[in-house]
């Protein structure tokens, strides 16, 4: 999700989006160790962990020596932890803040990563990656054995009221927001903020509308605007609900920007807009910060995507 794709949604939505509820804008550089294109592996791993490795990697140095994420540098504070993505839960970026990984397609090892912490929420996709596994595994089972309550769909994860989540909405990915996902993502995002914020600790949630970059990868511009859109609902609940609490940091951003999109023409009184792609793959763009709330301030400025964890445990005040 780059300017452009912000933009073009905005233009698309008559001229305004819930990210203008931002205080603090700043940008990020996305390279990797590797490569001035980055991937989603090593951007999340760069963003999650503080430090840049190869593409393809999940939560692993160039190394392969396994890195801690801010997800787990929270959890091992008392902190309650959750994720959601409307791609699977196993998928390149929020796998990077809970699994290390030597390749982000190892999704079935991945999942397993899962088990090893004690996160206290997540919603996504992926439910085959847990249940029908080479080594025959069932890790719904063993999830329930660690006190997990197992959702299969998003009417099953809005009941839920108190506990651990595992919330599994579709067997592979969940559809695009233009073929029936509905409102998967702001309503996921709204049942794990409900959840979480019952710690009296705090918590720390990453929250992914993954398929912004699947569009833009196919070059749609329908579906492009359509998923950013439906992003954009999700940080409308996040905003109301950190506006409420007051004690809430949030920080919207992306890992990087995919289809070198540009905005050609438009109308905010039509909400039409006209866009055009430069590449199927990502760019080496930086790419927008918004931050909201108590330390959005650190945010600000043009930095690297290695210092996110650095500040998150600032604001927060957490152990490394």
């Known amino acids: 999700m780059g300017l452009s794709h912000v933009h073009a949604a905005m233009t698309a939505n ?108 997540f919603i996504g996709g992926g439910l085959d990656d847990f249940t029908k596994r080479e080594d025959k595994r069932d890790l719904t089972k063993e999830l329930e054995e660690k006190g997990y309550t197992i959702a299969r769909n998003l009417d099953e994860v809005k009941a839920f009221t108190k506990g651990k989540l595992a919330g599994f909405t579709a067997d592979g990915a969940n559809p695009g927001a233009l073929d029936g996902r509905g409102d998967m993502l702001p309503e996921a995002t709204k049942k794990a903020l409900e959840i979480l914020s019952q710690d009296e600790d705090g918590f720390f949630i990453m929250i992914e509308g993954s398929q912004i970059d699947w569009a833009s990868h196919a070059n749609d511009q329908e579906k492009t605007i359509a998923e950013t859109l439906d992003f954009d609902k999700a940080v409308q609940v996040a905003l109301d609900f950190a506006k409420e609490d007051g004690e809430t940091l949030v920080v919207i951003t992306a890992d990087h920007e995919t289809g070198g999109m540009v905005v050609l023409e438009g109308d905010y009184e039509k909400a039409t807009t006209k866009v055009a792609f430069s590449t199927h793959g990502h760019t080496g763009m930086m790419v927008p910060v918004y931050s909201y709330g108590p330390g959005a301030e650190l945010f600000t400025g043009i930095f690297d995507n290695t210092e996110y964890k650095e500040k998150f445990i600032s604001v927060c005040d957490l152990k490394e």
Do not use: W
């Not at 951007?43 to 503080?50: E, H, I, P, R």
């Not at 393809?56 to 801010?70: K, P, Q, R, T, Y």
């Not at 699994?99 to 982000?104: E, F, I, Q, V």
């Open 14 to 121: 008559g001229g305004s989006l819930s990210l203008e509820g931002i205080s603090h804008v700043g940008l990020h550089k996305t390279f990797s160790a590797t490569s001035y294109i980055t991937d989603s592996g090593a951007s999340g791993t760069a963003m999650a962990c503080g430090k840049k490795t190869y593409n393809g990697a999940i939560g692993v140095d160039v190394d392969h020596n396994e890195l801690e994420s801010i997800l787990k540098v929270a959890e091992r504070n008392g902190l309650a932890t959750g994720l959601v993505a409307t791609s699977t839960i196993t998928h390149a970026t929020p796998a990077a803040f809970i699994a290390n990984d030597t390749l982000r397609k190892n999704y079935q090892a991945i999942a397993a990563d899962f088990l090893l912490t004690d996160i206290d929420v």
